[in-house]
């Protein structure tokens, strides 16, 4: 019989200003936590795109949670 004890997924995104990249995303569930981290790669381009970065943070952790929250459906 198959036991599975432990569900590891991990998330990467990127919040773009056209070609330029403010920054990028990650996250990892380990069946227990949810670890969101941020690089800003470039100062300039996030303060300059201070208003995307932060909507697509937002948009960011909430697909993470509502696609961890579907698996424990």
Do not use: C, H, W
């Amino acid at each position: 019989m198959l036991r599975i004890d432990n569900q590891n997924i991990n998330f990467n995104g990127a919040s773009m200003a056209g070609e330029d990249m403010i920054a990028t995303f990650g996250a990892g569930y380990s069946g227990n936590d949810i670890y969101i981290n941020v690089n800003i790669p470039t100062l300039a381009t996030y303060t300059a795109n201070k208003a995307t970065f932060e909507s697509d943070l937002i948009a960011f952790k909430d697909q993470v949670i509502a696609t961890i929250e579907d698996l424990q459906d």
